[in-house]
């Protein structure tokens, strides 16, 4: 692992051939990549090189392409287990996306495992794909859908969080581990300890998180946990379900097909072990080499690197956004990564975004798919700016001289 | 030889946002509710937060006398609703849906040139909008408060963007 003192933000950017695009006729000032992020030259490459010298289906045919593109496949598991410190790859579902990851929870574990009158608790601050799928199942099944409250610096309220067991109907948390608006860190091993005093299971929505630091499924002591390639510099088309074998087993599949079958026969069919049991179908191939290429290039710069980067672009973007007339910081929770919200008096969030767009700058603009959240602070959309490792602290400097001109637009 | 030209330092925003539109969006001149009407309907773009509600007042011969908006969005969305409300003023209900389909065309191209002759004076009076074909992502902005002022005419309750 690379020491933060070898961290050289301008390597890492010759790593990313989109970063020379212009924009406008300006250079490009990439801040979405909480949206998505950019993909480094390793990644094209393995996808295009699979595609180019070996591809075929995986875990089916008896040929030398099958076999080496399985292989490659396959690596994906290990990386991620060593990624999320996972002691067993069985324990690694592959899914389409984190959105997949968490339909997954909510169908096998939700109507498998819950019971009716059981609850599901998530928190105020979630992105819709991890309200939507609870609300469905409550719809359907009669499993109730507690939000725990957050405070008004947007950081989970721990007390009003632990009321909601008080009746021990909870069976299941799913919460975030870093809001995708506020760039607030949940705190995961409080969350746990409470969740299981009252025997609760923990699931994560890590999609945030796990770009920002590093997760330790096992030091955590959670559940499960569900990321999303896309914003880690990996592939989009492709999600991650960890979860503790033992309850993974005691899960119904979730989709039908192909690839999740031990044997088929019109009266009865039985599953595979898992993880296959939960992977119906041909999986994301292409996406499944692309991430492990992604993978190991973050593991190659290390999360005490990313970490420390990260936070100097925070302390300087809120040290220098706050400083512009207008401009109020949204979420000011303590423990927070590189996502940054806000919003300016005189202009609406996507006319800021707009005039961003103008200089260059590519921020988001919205209510980032956290409807209940953006009416917990009142507002029906905000700005934001996110970073990843090629983000510069010249780039926050750049957004913050944009942003003082566009106030002065708007005057 | 230097030849003076006045600088606009903000010369590369304003090609969207032009002085009518900074103007029309900070201080809307129909942005209210009518006190006495007969038809009203709201917008809602779902997409970005967007929401309209229009107002409106028919004269006795069915022209519309009166429009008022009450808007929570962009100022483009909110210039549009005001700029809306002004031209179809003295407007009968074919006359508005004709307008709209211009403006539209306006709006997601840049140009009109299907405009009848008819409609040269109000599309003159919406052209600082026509901006929005460069950005396909804000065109539902400007089109928003047409679309409830149309489900108001057709006494629809509500309109979404496209
Ligand atoms: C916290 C969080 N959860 C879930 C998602 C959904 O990710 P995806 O669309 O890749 O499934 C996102 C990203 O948009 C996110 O930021």
């Not at chain 1, 760039?183 to 998180?209: M, Y």
């Not at chain 2, 002004?86 to 709209?100: H, I, M, N, P, W």
Request: aromatic fraction near 6%.
């Amino acid at each position: 692992m690379s020491k933060p003192a070898t961290f050289d933000v301008a390597r890492i950017r010759q790593d990313f051939p989109i970063l020379t695009q212009t924009v406008r006729g300006k250079p490009l000032v990439f801040l979405d990549s909480a949206a998505s992020a950019q993909k480094p030259r390793v990644v094209i490459d393995a996808m295009r090189n699979a595609m180019e010298t070996q591809y075929a289906n995986i875990h089916r045919g008896l040929h030398w392409m099958s076999e080496r593109t399985t292989e490659a496949y396959e690596a994906v598991r290990d990386a991620i287990a060593v990624l999320m410190n996972a002691s067993d790859r069985h324990e690694i579902v592959l899914t389409q996306s984190v959105t997949g990851s968490l339909n997954l929870m909510a169908h096998s574990y939700g109507r498998g495992v819950l019971q009716p009158g059981q609850a599901v608790v998530i928190s105020g601050m979630e992105h819709h794909s991890n309200i939507v799928p609870w609300q469905m199942l409550r719809d359907e099944r009669g499993i109730e859908l507690r939000v725990a409250p957050i405070t008004d610096a947007g950081e989970l309220d721990l007390a009003g969080f632990e009321a909601l067991f008080a009746d021990g109907k909870v069976g299941l948390v799913s919460i975030t581990h870093m809001s995708n608006v506020l760039g607030s860190v949940t705190p995961a091993e409080r969350i746990v300890q409470i969740a299981h005093a009252h025997g609760a299971k923990v699931l994560f929505d890590g999609s945030q998180a796990v770009v920002h630091r590093r997760i330790d499924v096992q030091a955590l002591g959670c559940d499960f946990y569900a990321w999303t390639g896309h914003k880690l510099y990996g592939p989009t088309g492709i999600g991650v379900l960890w979860g503790r074998r033992e309850l993974l087993e005691r899960m119904p599949p979730f989709l039908g097909g192909g690839d999740m079958i031990s044997s088929v026969s019109y009266e009865k069919s039985t599953w595979a072990e898992v993880p296959h049991k939960f992977e119906a179908g041909t999986p994301p191939i292409l996406e499944g080499i692309g991430l492990k290429a992604a993978i190991d290039y973050v593991q190659s710069i290390g999360y005490d690197a990313i970490a420390e980067h990260e936070r100097a672009l925070v302390d300087r973007a809120l040290a220098k956004l706050s400083a512009i007339e207008g401009v109020t910081i949204i979420g000011r929770a303590q423990d927070r990564g590189g996502v940054v919200s806000f919003t300016l008096d005189k202009a609406h969030a996507h006319d800021v975004a707009t005039l961003l767009d103008r200089q260059g700058i590519a921020v988001r603009a919205g209510h980032h798919c956290a409807e209940p959240l953006m009416r917990r602070l009142n507002l029906d959309s905000t700005a934001r700016a996110s970073f990843g490792i090629y983000t510069t602290l010249e780039e926050i400097d750049v957004l913050a001289d944009a942003l003082t001109r566009v106030r002065e637009f708007f005057k | 030889m230097a030849v003076d030209t006045p600088v606009d330092s903000f010369d590369d925003l304003r090609d969207l946002y032009q002085e009518v539109i900074l103007d029309r969006g900070r201080k809307p001149r129909y942005g209210q509710r009518l006190e006495a009407f007969d038809a009203t309907a709201k917008g809602d773009n779902p997409m970005c937060g967007d929401r309209v509600q229009v107002w409106v007042k028919y004269a006795e011969d069915g022209r519309i006398a009166a429009t008022g908006f009450d808007a929570r969005g962009c100022a483009i969305s909110i210039a549009s609703a005001d700029l809306m409300a002004e031209t179809v003023q003295g407007r009968d209900k074919s006359d508005t849906r004709a307008l709209f389909a211009a403006f539209r065309e306006m709006a997601r191209t840049g140009v009109c040139p299907h405009c009848e002759a008819g409609l040269a004076d109000p599309m003159q009076k919406l052209a600082p909008l026509s901006g929005v074909h460069d950005y396909p992502s804000r065109v539902k902005c400007a089109t928003l408060p047409w679309h409830a002022l149309i489900a108001a005419l057709d006494g629809t309750k509500e309109a979404s963007s496209e």
